[in-house]
């Protein structure tokens, strides 16, 4: 497959259709991961927070949202669509955030993630650390709990 090029726009409240396209598409309703649309216009709302567009031939392909008080950031959400994983969209959008959170002198960037996510790899090879672990932490469609893993990459 022939690599494309990815281009990364800043998004705003105007753009939650496309981000609950994205999560509706990305995240298994099984292990609860998705947010609302109301959630998301909620947090979008917040100071400190910034929501980067990936798209691939003009076509969202996926998006993450940071947000960040003092000098801390924490990434809140990273989703790409199935059908553009592995090709570096993921990679791209993390690096956008961690650059401008560095830029914006953030000293700590913080995330959770399932356990058993296949994005862990992204985030250890991109200098996250697991620090910590909160049980039960996501609720899936049919009520079962499964953990979470906090992350620290020191910026």
């Known amino acids: 497959m022939a690599t494309r090029a990815v281009s990364l726009r800043t998004g705003d409240a105007r753009d939650v259709a496309t981000v609950d396209a994205l999560m509706s598409a990305a995240f298994d309703p099984r292990f609860g991961e998705a947010w609302t649309r109301n959630q998301c216009l909620g947090v979008l709302a917040m100071p400190g927070v910034r929501l980067t567009i990936a798209s691939v031939d003009e076509v969202p392909a996926g998006f993450a949202m940071v947000r960040s008080v003092a000098d801390e950031a924490e990434l809140l959400l990273l989703a790409v669509a199935p059908s553009y994983r ?46 910590g672990e909160r049980r039960g932490y996501y609720r899936g469609r049919g009520g079962e709990a499964f953990d979470a893993h906090t992350y620290l990459r020191n910026l």
Do not use: P
Not at 103 to 122: F, K, S, T, W, Y
């Open 86 to 131: 592995r090709q570096g969209i993921g990679a791209a959008l993390l690096r956008a955030v961690i650059a401008e959170a560095q830029g914006a002198g953030i000293a700590d960037m913080h995330l959770e993630v399932r356990a058993g996510n296949a994005a862990v790899q992204l985030y250890e090879a991109n200098g996250f650390s697991k620090v």
